[in-house]
């Protein structure tokens, strides 16, 4: 490891860092803060390129729509094997596989023709790369890195995506516009290349890889010795086992189906079927995708506050008051007449709600089941999150071909989160290690 140019380069950083008085988790969360932003702006580009491949292929809305749901579910089911390899393998090593693939898929559907097709590239090969990317990248680096300000390192680790919506989204509609999806997709493999690049520069699987303490810790941690058993053992082993036993009780069902609502009423709707339903009020994809971001400014500012929040007080009644306020914005869309006070009024209200279920969720999951499992159980979670994403993409395109409108999936969309705020407050109070839920919880 001596000889590693990289590991070098990371022991300058870190002594750079320490001169200054920061921790070298920050360098680590700054490039999977990019890493998450640029498979951000993978997973939203459909939404940005559903009518042109209408308009070349004639393909329809559910048609397209099926493709899109394979992506989503496989999206949130390697979530729990994507924890289990990083555990296993590192981090660096996965995300630079999941960078690979996900480019892969994309420069392979520049020739694509048909809707199968369209099926692997976009729904297999793109949805088991960003998989290894999602959510549980950013739990497992601030869970193995932070000890203190970890709420507030998921809540900006996850904001990323809402920061990939607004600098990739609106570029990406003017690139199609201009120039057509394939270029589009250019320019989503060179940011994709650029973020490969940090990886290799600068993240490492853990602290003591550089002979450091986690932040907020005075010792470092002792890295599993053997890749055994557990959290640490086979791949599949490790994530079914915390299945099995994460599935044995209450709260982990709780958590998943509020996650699955949670899905479903942003990634599987507003993500991929905002754009054409705007397009159906005579609101181009440009202006569509420039209400995206204005969303993802506002997501970025409520999940970072969310994970600030989430450090100090009961995650469920933050829960309650984020699925709640979610609900009503989205019943409330269909009333907004889609003018620029009613999308504007829209974009503030939902976007600061966006994701900001995230940081509370991965606080509950680690109080309950501790921090070395942590990030298998969130997969496990995050599958929900996707299944819900996944039915919910299918639904909203069926009903728009069927029904010639996007509205009942919206209705229903938000009748669930008000269902998922109730469900929410029925766990207990939680108190890992004796400390009440109102202070800073230690997980």
Same mark, same amino acid.
């Given at each position: 490891?001596?000889?590693?140019?990289?590991?070098?380069?990371?022991?300058?950083?870190?002594?750079?860092?320490?001169?200054?008085?920061?921790? +070298?988790?920050?360098?680590?969360?700054?490039?999977?803060?990019?890493?998450?932003?640029?498979?951000?702006? /993978?997973?939203?580009?459909?939404?940005?390129?559903?009518?042109?491949?209408?308009?070349?292929?004639?393909?329809?809305?559910?048609?397209?729509?099926?493709?899109?749901?394979?992506?989503?579910?496989?999206?949130?089911?390697?979530?729990?094997?994507?924890?289990?390899?990083?555990?296993?393998?590192?981090?660096?090593?996965?995300?630079?596989?999941?960078?690979?693939?996900?480019?892969?898929?994309?420069?392979?559907?520049?020739?694509?023709?048909?809707?199968?097709?369209?099926?692997?590239?976009?729904?297999?090969?793109?949805?088991?790369?960003?998989?290894?990317? /999602?959510?549980?990248?950013?739990?497992?680096?601030?869970? @193995?890195?932070?000890?203190?300000?970890?709420?507030?390192?998921?809540?900006?680790?996850?904001?990323?995506?809402?920061?990939?919506?607004?600098?990739?989204?609106?570029?990406?509609?003017?690139?199609?516009?201009?120039?057509?999806? @394939?270029?589009?997709?250019?320019?989503?493999?060179?940011?994709?290349?650029?973020? #490969?690049?940090?990886?290799?520069?600068?993240?490492?699987?853990?602290?003591?890889?550089?002979?450091?303490?986690? +932040?907020?810790?005075?010792?470092?941690?002792?890295?599993?010795?053997?890749?055994?058993?557990?959290?640490?053992?086979?791949?599949?082993? #490790?994530?079914?086992?915390?299945? @099995?036993?994460?599935?044995?009780?209450?709260?982990?069902?709780?958590?998943?189906?509020?996650?699955?609502?949670?899905?479903?009423?942003?990634?599987?709707?507003?993500?991929?079927?905002?754009?054409?339903?705007?397009?159906?009020?005579?609101?181009?994809?440009?202006?569509?995708?420039?209400?995206?971001?204005?969303?993802?400014?506002?997501?970025?500012?409520?999940?970072?506050?969310?994970?600030?929040?989430?450090?100090?007080?009961?995650?469920?009644?933050?829960?309650?008051?984020? +699925?709640?306020?979610? #609900?009503?914005?989205?019943?409330?869309?269909?009333?907004?007449?889609?003018?620029?006070?009613?999308?504007?009024?829209?974009?503030?209200? +939902?976007?600061?709600?966006?994701?900001?279920?995230?940081?509370?969720?991965?606080?509950?999951?680690?109080?309950?089941?501790?921090?070395?499992? /942590?990030?298998?159980?969130?997969?496990?979670?995050?599958?929900?999150?996707?299944?819900?994403?996944?039915?919910?993409?299918?639904?909203?395109?069926?009903?728009?071909?069927?029904?010639?409108?996007?509205?009942?999936?919206?209705?229903?969309?938000?009748?669930?989160?008000?269902?998922?705020? #109730?469900?929410?407050?029925?766990?207990?109070?939680?108190?890992?290690?004796?400390?009440?839920?109102?202070?800073?919880? @230690?997980?």
């Amino acid at each position: 490891m001596a000889t590693d140019p990289t590991l070098r380069l990371s022991d300058a950083v870190a002594t750079g860092f320490a001169r200054r008085g920061l921790h +070298y988790g920050w360098a680590v969360a700054g490039v999977t803060f990019l890493t998450m932003l640029v498979t951000a702006g /993978a997973v939203g580009a459909p939404g940005v390129l559903i009518l042109p491949l209408q308009k070349e292929f004639g393909w329809d809305t559910a048609t397209i729509g099926s493709a899109l749901a394979v992506r989503l579910v496989l999206f949130g089911l390697m979530g729990p094997f994507a924890a289990a390899l990083m555990n296993r393998y590192g981090p660096r090593r996965i995300v630079l596989l999941a960078l690979g693939l996900i480019a892969g898929g994309l420069l392979a559907s520049l020739g694509m023709t048909q809707v199968w097709q369209l099926v692997l590239l976009w729904g297999v090969v793109v949805g088991i790369g960003t998989g290894l990317t /999602a959510l549980v990248l950013g739990a497992t680096v601030a869970t @193995r890195w932070f000890s203190r300000s970890r709420g507030l390192v998921v809540g900006l680790l996850t904001a990323s995506s809402a920061t990939g919506q607004l600098v990739v989204l609106p570029l990406l509609a003017a690139l199609t516009e201009a120039l057509g999806w @394939r270029a589009a997709l250019l320019v989503i493999c060179g940011l994709l290349l650029a973020a #490969g690049l940090g990886v290799v520069a600068l993240m490492r699987d853990r602290p003591e890889d550089l002979g450091l303490a986690p +932040y907020g810790e005075t010792r470092p941690t002792v890295a599993p010795a053997t890749p055994g058993s557990g959290a640490t053992g086979p791949s599949a082993h #490790g994530a079914l086992s915390a299945l @099995r036993d994460a599935a044995g009780t209450r709260v982990f069902w709780v958590l998943f189906a509020t996650f699955f609502i949670c899905g479903a009423s942003t990634n599987g709707l507003i993500q991929t079927h905002f754009i054409p339903l705007c397009a159906d009020y005579g609101i181009g994809p440009v202006q569509g995708a420039s209400v995206l971001a204005a969303m993802g400014v506002f997501d970025f500012i409520g999940t970072v506050a969310s994970g600030w929040l989430s450090d100090r007080y009961d995650n469920r009644w933050l829960l309650f008051w984020y +699925y709640g306020l979610r #609900g009503l914005s989205l019943m409330f869309l269909p009333f907004s007449d889609f003018s620029f006070v009613g999308l504007s009024l829209f974009a503030v209200f +939902y976007g600061l709600d966006w994701i900001a279920t995230v940081p509370p969720t991965v606080r509950l999951t680690a109080a309950r089941f501790g921090r070395e499992r /942590a990030n298998l159980v969130f997969g496990w979670v995050f599958a929900g999150h996707q299944l819900g994403a996944a039915t919910i993409a299918y639904g909203a395109g069926l009903s728009r071909t069927e029904l010639a409108t996007y509205l009942p999936a919206f209705f229903a969309a938000g009748a669930l989160c008000l269902a998922a705020a #109730g469900l929410i407050l029925t766990l207990g109070r939680p108190a890992p290690q004796g400390v009440p839920a109102a202070t800073p919880a @230690r997980a």
